[in-house]
């Protein structure tokens, strides 16, 4: 038999008998470079389900999906930020966390807090499985958690401590969600904003609490280096955003400084209006 011969036979060998332990090849999703982003549609998101509080009508989410979520998440999935300005990449990945965060909760809404989400299922334990493991969606063509998003892409590649508040992880004590999409053109303004709005809400941080004492969120305490070598360099940090004889004390860090307790419940629209109900 000739040479050609034999390999047709092999060929029509394996192909009738090996057939079943051969797998598809998935089809790479096509992602496009792009040098600008429209973030139109997360926009039009939050300006819809989210109040000027920044809690979310989580359950008209989850019913409106479809065409409220799903198309931005699409947009991530099919989108590489590498040829973006360096504003206009770190404002894709924060957008990019907060939509997938939202996804993360409307994928198991109701829940009461985004720690009862985890990827085997039971109780929440830090460092092995955590929500924040959970492979929640695609960004770039590649599945993603937020654990990798924020830590491994946001604090690896930007030098921004701001991007503490602007993340938002569902929670209460957590920044509020602001009602439009982060963009480049104007993610320093943003940043600031955010900032101002946050370091000002006494529920969140007591700026000062008394003549020689201020209590952070702890955010400051779990991502201390991000903002200096310690507490001193924190309160530096902190002295552009106040005025007088607060700004003067906290840049010569006189304060003593103590956390709040963290309030993990979901920043849910319909929790805060039971809230309410039950104080009357």
């Not at 092995?128 to 604090?155: C, F, K, S, Y």
Request: aromatic fraction near 8%.
């Amino acid at each position: 038999m000739s040479v050609h011969l034999v390999l047709i036979a092999a060929l029509g060998l394996v192909g009738c008998t090996g057939g079943a332990n051969v797998q598809p090849v998935r089809a790479q999703q096509p992602v496009a470079v792009p040098t600008t982003v429209d973030h139109s549609a997360l926009t039009d998101l939050l300006q819809t389900h989210v109040d000027a509080a920044g809690m979310v009508d989580y359950a008209a989410l989850q019913a409106n999906h479809d065409d409220a979520l799903a198309p931005y998440l699409q947009q991530l999935a099919e989108t590489d930020p590498a040829n973006l300005s360096e504003e206009a990449r770190l404002a894709f990945w924060i957008n990019a966390y907060n939509a997938l965060t939202l996804k993360l909760i409307v994928d198991h809404y109701p829940v009461e807090r985004i720690k009862d989400i985890t990827p085997a299922g039971g109780p929440s334990i830090p460092k092995l499985n955590a929500p924040w493991h959970v492979e929640v969606g695609e960004v770039g063509g590649q599945m993603r958690t937020l654990d990798e998003i924020e830590h491994e892409i946001i604090r690896e590649r930007f030098d921004e401590p701001r991007i503490h508040f602007a993340l938002v992880c569902a929670a209460v004590s957590c920044p509020r969600l602001r009602r439009e999409a982060f963009t480049g053109a104007r993610l320093d303004a943003q940043l600031d904003d955010q900032a101002r709005r946050f370091l000002r809400t006494r529920a969140k941080n007591q700026i000062p609490a008394g003549d020689d004492a201020i209590r952070l969120s702890r955010i400051f305490k779990w991502f201390e280096e991000d903002f200096g070598e310690n507490t001193d360099d924190v309160q530096r940090y902190l002295a552009p955003y106040f005025e007088g004889a607060v700004q003067a004390k906290l840049q010569a860090a006189a304060y003593d400084v103590g956390y709040l307790d963290y309030d993990w419940t979901l920043n849910d629209q319909a929790e805060g209006q039971a809230a309410a109900a039950r104080e009357e």
